[in-house]
C-alpha cells in the first residue's frame, strides 16, 4: 500500500466516524429534547448547526424541533432540504409526511410515505405507520369517490392547475380544469365552488348559482359558496363579479381549525353575518 492511498484511506475512516457522530449526537439532542430537556436539546443543535450546517441529519433534527414548536411550514422546508441532500435518509421523508398530514397536504403526504415504505426498515415503526396511512388513503378514496388513491390524486393537480387559471383570471381555461376534475371525483365541493366564481366572474349567474347550489348540496356547511352564492344572487344576468379573486384552502385553513369563514367575511367587510 501506497503511502499516499493510505492516507486517503485513514481520511475515508475519519468522515465516516465523523458522520456517525453527528448522526448519533443529534438523536440524543432529540432525546433531549423530548424528555422536556429542551434548552440542552437546543444548544447541541445550534452547536452542530454552526460547524455542520449542510449535514442531512443536522436539518433534520432543527426540521424536528421546529415541528415540535408546530412551526409546521419551516419544518417542511428542512425536511424537504434533509431529503435533497441524503434520498435515503426514511426519518426525513418519514417526518415531512407527517409535516405534509397536519397540512391536509395529501399528495405530498402519500409521496414521502411511499419513499418510507421504499427505503424504511421493513417491519419497524415508520414502515408500518405509512403503509397504514397509504391503505386507509386508499380506502377513503374509494368509498367516498370509488376512484383509485392515484385517480384522486391525478384529479388534485388538475384541480391546482384550475386554482392557477382561476387567480390569473383566465376563467374558460379554469373552468375546463374544474369541470375535468369532477370527472374523476364527482363530490369535489371545492370544484363547483370555484366554477361558480369563474361563472360569476363571466356574467353567468344562472350557471354560477347551478354551480355554488351543488356544492352546497354536496356540504351544506361549505362556508365559500354559502357567502358567493348570496353574492351572485344579488347580481345580474350578465353582471361581472369584479376583484381580485382571493384563493383559499377552506378545509385546511378554516374547517380542520374551527375558524368561521362567514365570521371573518363579514367582520373584513363590516357586515353582520346571518
Known sequence: MTRKKGRKEAQAKREASSHIDIENVVDDAL??????????GEKILE????????HPHVIFGLGVLEAFDNNVDKAILL????TQISPDLAAAHFNLGVAYQKKFQIPGMVTAFRRVVEIGEAGGY???HAQDMLNMLEKQTKETDGISLDEYLFGYEIFNQGVEYMTSQSWDDAIAKFEETIKITPKHVQSYGNLGICYSSLGRQEEALRAYDKAIELDPNYEPALINRRIAESLKEGECLGGQVKTIEYYNEYSLKNRSYIEEYAEMHGIMPE
Open 31 to 40: 432525546r433531549l429534547f423530548e424528555e422536556g430537556e429542551r434548552r440542552q
Open 47 to 54: 452547536k452542530l448547526r454552526k460547524k455542520h450546517g449542510q
Open 79 to 82: 425536511f424537504k432540504r434533509a
Open 126 to 128: 415508520m414502515v408500518k
